[in-house]
T-cell receptor, first 112, second 112 residues
């Protein structure tokens, strides 16, 4: 069955630190991969997506992710985090033709 | 642009009561989804629909029902509310099953 694993459940960083959040998936077909962000009290918003082509994907707010097919991974990165990046981050993969499978999320806290 | 609109935003129910969570979208998306979000558990798919008149079960459908009489609306019904259904419910829509999903602001439901 398709699945998504986010191994970092809670990450605490200081402002200006670099960020990398792990995402591994299992899916036998063509993958579409996504990272969503959920700011406190808000709904999920799309950060970036990968469908095909360049495996290094750039999204909004300085985030990027790299698709590594051999490792079944799609890790999210940001060179220098800000306090405003405090949020929960969800990785997702297409779970067949009709729906997405979401990971359990990583809570990021950034301290000034 | 309204996007995906959910009502109500908050609701408290007593055990055994019933209610309908409303979801409407104005993007002419064929695909619509209902998720529940519990702390540390990510998003669990309850039901989804690939078009008017078509619905299908997700990962956690027990205790819920849906209908899709129009492209715009996808209500979620709880027939006999139970404490285990205390959660935050999100509705989402997309152009296709593997496309990015657009989320509503959520309904926070407490069952006492």
């Amino acid at each position: 069955a398709q699945s998504v694993s986010q191994h970092n459940h809670h990450v605490i960083l200081s402002e200006a630190a670099s960020l990398e959040l792990g995402c591994n998936y299992s899916y036998g077909g063509t993958v579409n991969l996504f990272w969503y962000v959920q700011y406190p009290g808000q709904h999920l918003q799309l950060l970036l997506k990968y469908f095909s082509g360049d495996p290094l994907v750039k999204g909004i707010k300085g985030f990027e992710a790299e698709f590594i097919k051999s490792k079944f991974s799609f890790n999210l990165r940001k060179p220098s985090v800000q306090w405003s990046d405090t949020a929960e981050y969800f990785c997702a993969v297409n779970g067949g033709p009709d729906k997405l499978i979401f990971g359990t999320g990583t809570r990021l806290q950034v301290f000034p | 642009n309204a996007g995906v609109t959910q009502t109500p935003k908050f609701r408290i129910l007593k055990i055994g009561q019933s209610m309908t969570l409303q979801c409407t979208q104005d993007m002419n998306h064929n695909y619509m989804y209902w998720y529940r979000q519990d702390p540390g558990m990510g998003l669990k798919l309850i039901y989804y629909s690939v078009g008017a008149g078509i619905t299908d079960k997700g990962e956690v459908p027990n205790g819920y029902n849906v209908s899709r009489s129009t492209t715009e609306d996808f209500p979620l019904r709880l027939e006999l509310a139970a404490p285990s259904q205390t959660s935050v419910y999100f509705c989402a829509s997309s152009q296709g099953g593997t496309q990015p999903q657009h989320f509503g602001d959520g309904t926070r439901l407490s069952i006492l």
